[in-house]
């Protein structure tokens, strides 16, 4: 398969998935200038990027720090207009990596996490922007304050008692530009309740911070329940590249 046919592959994978992303803001009365779709590349190469980049795309997604970086030297965007995005579960360790490459950073689901990726940030002379993962598993939604570990069935992230002391944390680190929420949809959940869960907790936040407006929910399998409880971002990664291998 030549490069022009992956080019017209992904050429019709966007436009439905756009498709998709219109139909659904239609559906919930929302403007669709006010979703963004992020590309969630992992395990695709650099040329895809470039053709999704001259496809219009801005915004592409990587979850691996290693994978990430050698992708973003890989890829040819003179005039930086891509906008890559950190998803991933993050390591204290690779936070002076990651800093490097990634203007946004989703998952920021700890304290030490907030701090080492702060650290890095001014280290590196750069601002990074900062989401607090939220866990929606049901179970997470009774763990106490600082109580330890992922619920089952949840798929990374803060639990919602912690959400508002991290949130507090991103706005006062230094290096870090607050925007908001993200959440992955439990397993074996239904999405829509769980991401209802996350815009009460968004909007509860953006009460106090009103610059903190984004929420990145909703993927290939969910991001029309996404659209429809108010997700500014959705992070789309097989329904624009095809199936990952089994390693995605
Ligand atoms: C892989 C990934 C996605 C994209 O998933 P698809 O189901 O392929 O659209 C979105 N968010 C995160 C955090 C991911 O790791």
Redesign the pocket.
């Known amino acids: 398969m030549g490069s022009v046919s992956r080019r017209e592959e992904l050429a019709a994978n966007l436009a439905a998935v756009r498709a998709r992303i219109v139909a659904a803001c239609e559906a919930a009365g929302r403007d669709p200038a006010g979703v963004t779709l992020v590309a ?1 590349t ?1 395990s695709w190469p650099a040329a895809d990027v470039e053709h999704l980049a001259a496809l219009d795309v801005r915004d592409v ?1 990587e ?1 691996k720090d290693q994978e990430g970086a050698a992708k973003v030297a890989a890829c040819d965007d003179p005039d930086g207009r891509l906008r890559w995005h950190f ?2 579960q993050l390591q204290t360790n690779k936070c002076r990596s990651v800093v490097t490459w990634a203007r946004v950073v ?2 920021l689901d700890r304290r030490r996490v907030v701090d080492a990726l702060s650290t890095a940030a001014v280290g590196a002379g750069r601002t990074v922007g900062a989401l607090v993962q939220v866990d929606l598993a049901p179970a997470a939604a009774s763990r106490a304050p600082g109580g330890a570990g992922p619920a089952p069935g949840g ?2 992230g803060a639990a919602p008692a912690d959400v508002p002391a991290l949130a507090a944390a991103v706005a006062d680190a230094p290096g870090l530009r607050r925007l908001g929420r ?1 959440a ?1 949809a439990p397993r074996g959940a239904p999405p829509a309740p769980a991401f209802a869960r996350l815009a009460e907790l968004a909007a509860a936040v953006r009460a106090e911070h009103p610059a903190a407006l984004w929420v990145s929910a909703g ?3 969910d ?1 029309e329940e996404a659209v429809q409880t108010g997700a500014t971002h959705v ?7 095809g199936a ?1 291998p089994s390693t ?1």
Do not use: E, Y
């Not at 992070?235 to 590249?241: D, I, K, N």
């Open positions: 969630v992992k997604a979850n998803v991933g989703h998952s798929r990374g993200m992955v993927m290939t399998g991001l992070r789309v990664g097989s329904a624009l590249l990952r995605g």
